[in-house]
Antibody, heavy 120, light 113 residues
């Protein structure tokens, strides 16, 4: 069974750094892209970027390029989303998701989400 | 990154049919047959309901169907059931020959009366 298991909820202060994770299992982790999707409180879904763990090829939405860093450690089948200086506006639920095919295919598997709260 | 345009809310009674629209441009919805629809119950992970405009993943009820005309895609749910009450999001591939990404709609809240 394909599973994406994300790290838990985080509460951080503005300016702090953070790295959240998404561990894949039940499939060949290096053969599928992993994307990150943001949902701000009361808002819709936003595609942030995507990584191919096989070779770490990474692409970002124009809205998120330079704001976050996406990485992966294929040795432990885990993808990451990190911030170097959090802002209150980064408060959101973050999902990892796996496209069924290619880098821009439909997301047939999702993580359970990780709530990030940034508040002073 | 411009979101695709969806109605904020739609409603219907059990047994009825409803349609949710998703309007984009020739650079996204109109230009590619890569429109997907997701059902999202609060507190749960989104679930893929339709992909490649009209295809249904294994296990998704045939009460859900997708279509597209020009720059507007649509999700139709027939025989509405209480458990269909959720938020629905469309998504589409967008971009050009050198760079592509995915754009989502703003979401539509479906209320089953």
């Amino acid at each position: 069974e394909v599973q994406l298991v994300q790290s838990g909820a985080e509460v951080k202060k503005p300016g702090e750094s953070l790295k959240i994770s998404c561990k894949g299992s039940g499939y060949s982790f290096t053969s599928y892209w992993i994307a990150w999707v943001r949902q701000m409180p009361g808002k819709g879904l936003e595609w942030m970027g995507i990584i191919y763990p096989g070779d770490s090829d990474t692409r970002y939405s124009p809205s998120f390029r330079g704001q976050v860093t996406i990485s992966a450690d294929k040795s432990i089948s885990t993808a990451y989303l990190q911030w170097s200086g959090l802002k209150a506006s980064d408060t959101a639920m973050y999902y990892c998701a796996r496209p069924e095919y290619g880098d821009l295919g439909p997301f047939d598997h999702w993580g359970q989400g990780a709530l990030v709260t940034v508040s002073s | 990154q411009s979101a695709l345009t969806q109605p904020a809310s739609v409603s219907g009674s059990p047994g009825q049919s409803i349609t949710i629209s998703c309007t984009g441009t020739s650079s996204d919805v109109g230009g590619y047959n890569y429109v997907s629809w997701y059902q999202h119950h609060p507190g749960k992970a989104p679930k893929l309901m339709i992909y490649d405009v009209i295809k249904r993943p294994s296990g998704v009820s045939n009460r859900f169907s997708g279509s597209k005309s020009g720059n507007t895609a649509s999700l139709t749910i027939s025989g509405l059931q209480a458990e269909d009450e959720a938020d629905y999001y469309c998504s589409s591939y967008t971009g050009n020959s050198t760079f592509g990404y995915v754009v989502f709609g703003g979401g539509t809240k479906l209320t089953v009366l």
